[in-house]
């Protein structure tokens, strides 16, 4: 607001409706006001001024709590190496307990238990069948090798040192220099 004491003397300028306002000063000095730009900038200058000092007064004084220099950039230390072993074998222990959890939460059955158990029904050193699948015209036999791997086989296929000449419905002929056997399910 302006001080009581400065009146305003009418207007001054181009056809003095669209002039500026002048303003007297007691002593009858006429005062001309300040371009508005200057008042604008001044009042934003002010408000930035104000606003700055809030954040001073609002934020909390520095501690040091690292023993570092103030304005020192602190860095992160590197993860100890053995950090993500650790954590890989916690979660690949964690998944293998899971799934003996899921394993041990139903027991099988006497009558599968009893099915898959039984004893001395293969011979383990020698070449067994384990079964026979597929159409008549496109069988395939799963074949026990004896270094305990399996392997599914087609009429052709020479396993072991052995060829499949045969696949029946409950047997499959082999042959290898000029011995066969015939594999029969247990």
């Not at 954040?55 to 590197?78: C, Y």
């Not at 950090?83 to 009558?111: G, M």
């Not at 087609?154 to 045969?166: E, K, S």
Request: a neutral charge; charged letters at 25%; aromatic letters at 2%.
């Amino acid at each position: 607001p302006r001080p009581g004491s400065v009146g305003t003397a009418g207007l001054v300028g181009a056809g003095s409706q669209t002039g500026e306002p002048v303003v007297a000063s007691p002593d009858g000095a006429i005062l001309r006001p300040r371009p508005r730009a200057n008042v604008a900038r001044e009042i934003t200058d002010r408000a930035e001024a104000d606003r700055l000092a809030l954040i001073e007064a609002v934020r909390p004084a520095p501690t040091d709590l690292t023993g570092e220099a103030p304005g020192t950039i602190l860095r992160p230390r590197p993860r100890p190496a053995e950090l993500l072993a650790a954590a890989r074998a916690a979660a690949a222990q964690e998944q293998i307990e899971r799934v003996q959890r899921e394993n041990n939460s139903t027991p099988p059955t006497p009558v599968v238990e009893d099915n898959v158990t039984e004893r001395q029904q293969i011979a383990l050193d020698q070449i067994s069948l384990i079964g026979i699948f597929g159409t008549e015209d496109a069988r395939r036999a799963m074949l026990r090798l004896p270094s305990g791997s399996f392997e599914s086989v087609v009429r052709g296929t020479v396993v072991d040192g052995w060829r499949v000449l045969a696949i029946g419905r409950d047997n499959v002929r082999i042959s290898r220099a000029g011995e066969t056997l015939v594999l029969s399910r247990p």
